[in-house]
């Protein structure tokens, strides 16, 4: 992504005047650029030919003309006061000395004029070539500046990835933690119904027990009945032997035989009832056992979720903590070459 423009018109129009205002300088890309401080050379020296194209900004030519001057001069007043008075002889010899004197200086002039002339060719070439340098140079430092924003975009696009992953997670550790109490409560109720199941149970075994006690009790009574009756077939056997003697003992002993066999039959009828009513207990206690077997296993199962709950829990918030740090190592990466970069510029 290209960086905008951080000069404007102004910046140029008053950077090109400050150049025309000394001779010495040839408006070029990367002269502006200095008076600038901002931006590539030849970005800025476009939109300098634009704003000379549109009349913005008048150019100016300074031309530097090395004009050869060469002085004439006469001889000292002194010298020539005794020149007059010496010999005519004496002053052609001075005159020659002093054109002698006057040649050699011209030549040294002329070949100092020279070697000024060659010097500033050089550094002419040198100025250019420093200038395409420093050009150079510049692109390089608006290239890093557009690399460091592009990752600063990235840095800032990965951190807010990162605030929206972190939120995600806090709504998932929420959702986790109301997981976890609903399966509290979930487990709080089972030990509850198992509570009471397991009172159930009791009471059915108490039942069993005290139904169990009354069978015993019945067994008895029929026992008891099955000796009355064995007496009674003995009394019969003895009536029936003594029939014609006691046939009044025998009406007797009859009714008590309708008694007890009536009394055996109810007996009988007792034993069935008692014995369907533990059966009935031994079921329902059965059933109680199987629930109480079930909520166990539903709370064994309930703990599993709730351990496997944990570990995703510690897995996510380790994750997450490992992220942060990344971020924040290549936060400060991020910032360490950003810092190199601007002490390699100034």
Do not use: W
Not at 130 to 158: F, G, H, V
């Amino acid at each position: 992504m290209a960086r905008p423009i951080t000069f404007t018109s102004n910046d140029i129009i008053k950077a090109a005047n400050e150049l025309n205002k000394s001779s010495a300088n040839k408006i070029t890309g990367t002269a502006l650029r200095k008076i600038i401080g901002t931006g590539r050379p030849e970005v800025i020296m476009r939109h300098y030919n634009k704003l000379l194209e549109a009349g913005t900004i008048t150019a100016t030519s300074t031309t530097t003309e090395v004009t050869e001057v060469v002085e004439v001069r006469d001889l000292p007043k002194e010298v020539e006061q005794s020149l007059n008075e010496a010999m005519t002889a004496l002053k052609s010899v001075v005159m020659h000395c002093n054109d002698i004197a006057h040649n050699t200086v011209e030549n040294r002039l002329s070949a100092a004029i020279d070697k000024a002339k060659s010097a500033e060719v050089l550094a002419a070439e040198d100025v250019e070539k420093s200038e395409i340098d420093l050009a150079a140079a510049y692109d390089e430092i608006e290239q890093l500046k557009d690399e460091r924003m592009t990752e600063t975009d990235q840095l800032n696009e990965k951190i807010t990835t990162l605030i929206k992953e972190n939120s995600d997670l806090k709504i998932e550790l929420n959702s986790l933690k109301k997981s976890y109490e609903d399966t509290q409560t979930v487990k709080m109720d089972l030990l509850e119904k198992l509570e009471i199941k397991t009172e159930q149970y009791t009471h059915a075994e108490q039942e069993f027990l005290v139904q169990k006690t009354r069978s015993e009790e019945v067994d008895k009574q029929l026992l008891t009945a099955h000796k009355i009756n064995a007496e009674h077939s003995k009394k019969i056997e003895d009536a029936t032997a003594l029939h014609t003697s006691n046939t009044a003992n025998i009406a007797k002993l009859t009714t008590q035989l309708t008694d007890a066999i009536k009394a055996k039959v109810d007996a009988k009828q007792e034993v069935k009832s008692q014995t369907e009513i533990a059966n009935s207990a031994l079921l329902g206690a059965a059933k109680s056992h199987a629930e109480t077997v079930s909520a166990k296993e539903q709370i064994t199962a309930l703990k599993d979720s709730e351990a496997m709950l944990h570990k995703q829990l510690e897995q996510l918030i380790a994750k997450h903590a490992v992220e942060v740090e990344q971020a924040k190592v290549q936060i400060n990466v991020l910032e360490n070459n950003i810092k190199t970069e601007q002490a390699k510029k100034i």
